[in-house]
Nanobody, 127 residues
Framework: QVQLVESGGGLVQAGGSLRLSCAAS????????MGWFRQAPGKERDFVAT????????YYADSVKGRFTISRDNAKNTVYLQMNSLKPEDTAVYYC????????????????????WGKGTQVTVSS
């Protein structure tokens, strides 16, 4: 089992920045592919970004490429999402997810490919 707890959400003006964190506990953190997803009201949960266990590989949704950066610190069992140049359409609940990478797959873009989820953190971008 692995437990995930997100933090760092909040209210920010368009053009601003936020950094989300996701702290993991349980099994060996570096063995997990980590991902960030988001869900706006009335919409499906969408892929945002993912990072490999060692941190060498990253992949982003087109809508956030160049603005968001995913990173991880395996010594701290934490994954981050740095969000810059935020737009009102980035408003959503952001979820951290973990994947035991069997079979080896990268990038994993679908919610069903991740077995563990946090409860989410709200990000609201005002215009």
């Amino acid at each position: 089992q692995v437990q995930l707890v997100e933090s760092g959400g909040g209210l920010v003006q368009a053009g601003g920045s936020l950094r989300l964190s996701c702290a993991a506990s349980g099994r060996t953190f570096s063995s997990f592919v980590m991902g960030w997803f988001r869900q706006a009201p009335g919409k499906e949960r969408d892929f945002v970004a993912t990072i490999s266990g060692g941190g060498s590989w990253t992949y982003y949704a087109d809508s956030v490429k160049g603005r968001f950066t995913i990173s991880r610190d395996n010594a701290k069992n934490t994954v981050y999402l740095q969000m810059n140049s935020l737009k009102p359409e980035d408003t959503a609940v952001y979820y951290c997810a973990a994947r035991i990478n069997i079979p080896p797959t990268f990038p994993a873009l679908n919610t069903y490919e991740y077995g563990y989820w946090g409860k989410g953190t709200q990000v609201t971008v005002s215009s």
